[in-house]
């Protein structure tokens, strides 16, 4: 079956970029039908999604980060990515990376997670 | 703050039943399907029902979901221990232009 796993620093100095990648195993993204998604959650809050990307690119961001974030998709090595611009202690979150059937459907599989934390 | 609104705590003893609103719009629920997910401490969040109402193959049917107008509920029946955790509805908005995940209810199994 389909999984996910998320990889990066666990550590990023303020006003610098966080990079995640999602790998995926057990299908492939360049098959089309399926989303790859970003969702963080911050300490004591609740799940807050990041965005979306599409096989061919196209990507939907969530409106109150999108100034701030890029969702970009390498289906030569069956991953995706994500990057987050001038990072603040406000990004200090888990960062998970899931799977849905469509922009309006449920995300049935998920990544471990990987905290990152903003501190200098 | 999330356009869509959950009760932040719900509990209830074992074997009970449990359920938890999710309060949205005419721009989320009312229009696009609801997705139910269940978020055990130090795991993955976990999708428990998409399309209002359907659980995913190996969801237990004590879990099930409904919808009417602007709001939707989860209901948990027969409730276990390992129930214990953070529930969340989500829902696409189209006035936002993505998707929304509702601020969570905490279970607690008494």
């Known amino acids: 079956q389909v999984q996910l796993q998320e990889s990066g620093p666990g550590l990023v100095k303020p006003s610098q970029t966080l990079s995640l990648t999602c790998s995926v195993s057990?299908?492939?993204?360049?098959?089309?039908?399926?989303?790859w998604s970003w969702i963080r959650q911050c300490p004591g809050k609740g799940l807050e999604w990041i965005g979306y990307?599409?096989?061919?690119?196209?990507?939907y961001y969530n409106p109150s980060l999108q100034s701030l974030v890029t969702i970009s998709v390498d289906t030569s090595k069956n991953r995706f990515s994500l990057k987050v611009n001038s990072v603040t202690a406000a990004d200090t979150a888990t960062y998970f990376c899931?799977?849905?059937?469509?922009?309006?459907?449920?995300?049935?599989?998920w990544g471990l997670g990987t905290t990152v934390t903003v501190s200098s | 703050q999330s356009v869509l609104t959950q009760p932040p705590s719900a509990s209830g003893t074992p074997g009970q039943r449990v359920t938890i609103s999710c309060s949205g719009s005419s721009s989320n629920i009312g229009i696009n399907t609801v997705n139910w997910y269940q978020h055990l401490p130090g795991t993955a969040p976990k999708l428990l029902i998409t399309s209002d109402n359907e659980r995913p193959s190996g969801v237990p049917d004590r879990f099930s979901a409904s919808k009417s107008g602007t709001s939707a509920s989860l209901a948990i029946s027969g409730l276990q221990s390992e129930d214990e955790g953070d529930y969340y509805c989500a829902a696409w908005d189209d006035s936002l232009n993505g998707y929304v995940f509702a601020t969570g209810t905490k279970v607690t199994v008494l």
């Open positions: 990307i599409y096989h061919n690119g196209d990507t």
């Open positions: 899931a799977r849905s059937g469509g922009p309006f459907y449920g995300m049935d599989v």
């Open positions: 057990g299908g492939s993204i360049s098959s089309g039908g399926y989303f």
